[in-house]
């Protein structure tokens, strides 16, 4: 069984950065896809960043040069960097993971397979 635990959230004024981090246990297969995704109050949850098991990243055009997804193959951890917050940050972020040789492709479609329980980001001006 996979699990997602995301942590990291919190209130940060607009222009600061913070980090969240998604603790994965369960993944052990070679194909894999994480992502991140947020959902702001009153609209649908988007995927904003993903990394895949070869170490490929996409982002959304929204986050593209101030949002960074990493992972840290030792700590079974995955990170979302960001930096230049901005009010429309605001949202609460998930960890979502696709396992199998479509891992990638489906988590990009948006189709997700396992889903932490989400952390809150607040941007303030």
């Known amino acids: 069984e996979v699990q997602l635990v995301e942590s990291g959230g919190g209130l940060v004024q607009a222009g600061g950065s913070l980090r969240l981090s998604c603790a994965v246990s369960?993944?052990?297969?070679?194909?894999?896809?994480v992502a991140w995704v947020r959902q702001a109050p009153g609209k649908e949850r988007k995927g904003i960043a993903y990394i895949n098991s070869d170490g490929l990243t996409d982002y959304t055009e929204a986050v593209k040069g101030r949002f960074t997804i990493s992972t840290d193959n030792a700590k079974n951890t995955v990170y979302l960097q960001m930096f230049s917050l901005k009010l429309e940050d605001s949202a609460v972020y998930y960890c979502?993971?696709?396992?199998?040789?479509?891992?990638?492709?489906?988590?990009?479609?948006?189709?997700?397979?396992?889903w932490g329980q989400g952390t809150q980001v607040t941007v303030s001006s």
């Open positions: 369960g993944l052990s297969v070679p194909d894999y896809a």
């Open positions: 979502a993971a696709n396992v199998g040789w479509d891992a990638r492709l489906r988590i990009l479609q948006g189709e997700i397979d396992y």
